[in-house]
């Protein structure tokens, strides 16, 4: 039976005279804290110097050193990326911890994968929420809370349950329900969806998108139809809410009786065939051992480079303008090909040219 834990489960008490340190100040680390610090817990942040930590200094909290932080308290949030986890927790967390802290992953991704050793005097947690930090903050604000995904790795006094559902309280993620699975099904739960549905998605909504417009019909219809208008946004929503099925009431009988007549046209798509295909390669750790590699960051620049230049993103582009939409900029030099980069890319060339056939279609 899966273990699903609501908010009288948890009690706060459990971590009276306890310090927690938030490492990372970024969208999650940010929610996290503010969440605990309105649940009365004592919160403290890590963090580099940078702009994160100014924030963290601004919104009133004590800031120190990733060292200093791990140093001062009873348990550790590890809030930053997964791919820096194992270089930051050898260096700047691991040398200083003492026996019996709580260390608490927001991820199961690096110790499903056995990217990261964490010694075995320290309680290791997962509290993974479903939700991105700005709904984690409105959610906790609103108290309609969110789902995560929960579990105790390692206990190593016996008390990591009623830590973890303490903590789980404090954020406010027992208002909705927290399920406990393991660190590995987490993080490939995770990347399934990344990997899996998120890919077969865009390429559904791509394929209908480009469809419409080369016969004619006005891009900015189009866009709106399919997604701009935030209808989908709504189905998913009322999805979450009142089921998959049960959903389909909120529509027209014209929309209810297409939808669900035409559905047998695409039954012989190979998608299960291709889905399981990338399931066993996270399973296995192929995707984490891949993502480790200097080659894969390489290759994730040139990706984005070509992602940039689709067609898909200048007919947005144009149809935003076009709508008088706000223009969103994010800083894309990063992603630019450089000489130095495209020296690089060399050793990797072969590869990329699956990459740039697969965008042109984009």
Known sequence: MTKVFHESDGKLENLIGKTISIIGYGNQGRAQALNMRDSGLNVIIGNKDDEYKKRAKKDGF????????????????????????????????????????????????????????????????????????????????????????????HDVTGESWEILLALSKGIGTLKKGAVEVTCKQEAVLDLFNEQAFGPAFGRVLLSSIYTLIDQGYPPEAVLIEMYLSGEMAYTYEKMARIGLVKQTNFHSHTSQYGAMSRGVKYLNLPLKKTMKSILKNIESGGFAR????????????????????????????????????????????????????????ESVKDELKEFEEYFKDY
């Open 290 to 345: 891949e993502w480790m590699k200097k080659s894969s960051k390489l290759k994730f620049k040139a990706i984005k480079f070509f992602a940039m230049k689709t067609k898909i993103n200048s007919i947005e582009q144009k149809v935003r303008k076009s709508l008088e939409l706000p223009a969103i900029s994010f800083d894309e030099a990063y992603y630019q090909l450089n000489e130095e980069v495209l020296k690089e890319l």
């Open 62 to 153: 004590q800031t120190h050193t990733i060292t200093d932080a791990v140093k001062k308290s009873d348990i550790i949030f590890l809030l930053i990326p997964d791919e820096i986890i194992p270089e930051v927790f050898s260096k700047e967390i691991e040398p200083f911890t003492r026996e019996n802290q709580s260390i608490v992953f927001a991820s199961g991704y690096n110790i499903a994968f056995d990217l990261i050793k964490i010694p075995t005097t320290l309680n290791v947690i997962l509290l993974a929420p479903r939700m991105i930090g700005v709904g984690v903050r409105e959610n906790y604000l609103t108290g309609e809370g969110f789902f995560s995904f929960i579990t105790v790795h």
